[in-house]
Nanobody, 127 residues
């Protein structure tokens, strides 16, 4: 069993920044890929960013490249999503999830590859 708890969401003006954190427990965190996905009202859940189990490679959806950075601290069992230059279209509930045996972009961008999910944290960007 795995528990994931997100934090760091909130309300921010366009152009601002937020840092999301996802604390993991209950599994050997360091051996699994991790991802951030989001779901906006009326839309399907979509991939945002993913990171290999050892942090060696990262992947981003095109809409956030150059603005968002995913990282992980294995000692703290935590994965982060630094979000800069936020836009109103980034407004969504953000979820972190574990991605076992994910080694390439195709795996991380497929939502059905994720097995454990956090409860989500709301990010609202005002214009």
């Amino acid at each position: 069993q795995v528990q994931l708890v997100e934090s760091g969401g909130g309300l921010v003006q366009a152009g601002g920044s937020l840092r999301l954190a996802c604390a993991a427990s209950g599994r050997t965190f360091s051996t699994y890929g991790m991802g951030w996905l989001r779901q906006a009202p009326g839309k399907e859940r979509e991939f945002v960013a993913g990171i290999h189990w050892n942090g060696g490679r990262t992947y981003y959806t095109e809409a956030v490249k150059g603005r968002f950075t995913i990282s992980r601290d294995t000692a703290k069992n935590t994965v982060y999503l630094q979000m800069n230059n936020l836009k109103p279209e980034d407004t969504a509930v953000y979820y972190c999830a574990t991605c076992p045996f994910c080694y390439g972009e195709g795996a991380f961008t497929t939502s059905t590859r994720y097995d454990y999910w956090g409860q989500g944290t709301q990010v609202t960007v005002s214009s």
